[in-house]
């Protein structure tokens, strides 16, 4: 995509504080996912994590409240996809070769 600095922002003090060296991972699960994070920020050349308060947010506030309610009574025009896999799961991918010319 060609970004080169990113600034994210999250509403989990915990996520920011791990991603910034303030907090230790303890978990095996947080650790891989905070690798994870490591190898993907190495590709910028800035990058910085900030936590922003619910209260200051108020599309993170809205999403929080909807993935902690049950989703039987949301209208069609919410859509909500359940990840079945972790990103932090091996899993196999088949690569694509493109060959130039007629096939």
Do not use: W
Request: charged share 30%; net charge neutral.
């Amino acid at each position: 995509m060609g970004v080169k600095n990113l600034q994210a922002n999250v509403d989990s003090r915990l996520v920011a504080n791990q991603v910034n060296g303030t907090y230790v991972a303890k978990e095996a699960d947080m650790i891989r996912y905070l690798e994870k994070v490591r190898t993907l920020t190495n590709s910028f050349k800035a990058f910085s994590i900030r936590q922003v308060p619910r209260s200051e947010n108020k599309k993170a506030d809205v999403l929080s409240k909807i993935t902690s309610t049950s989703c039987a009574h949301l209208s069609k025009k919410v859509l909500v996809e359940e990840l079945k896999e972790k990103s932090i799961s091996e899993v196999e991918i088949l690569a694509i070769v493109e060959e130039e010319g007629d096939t």
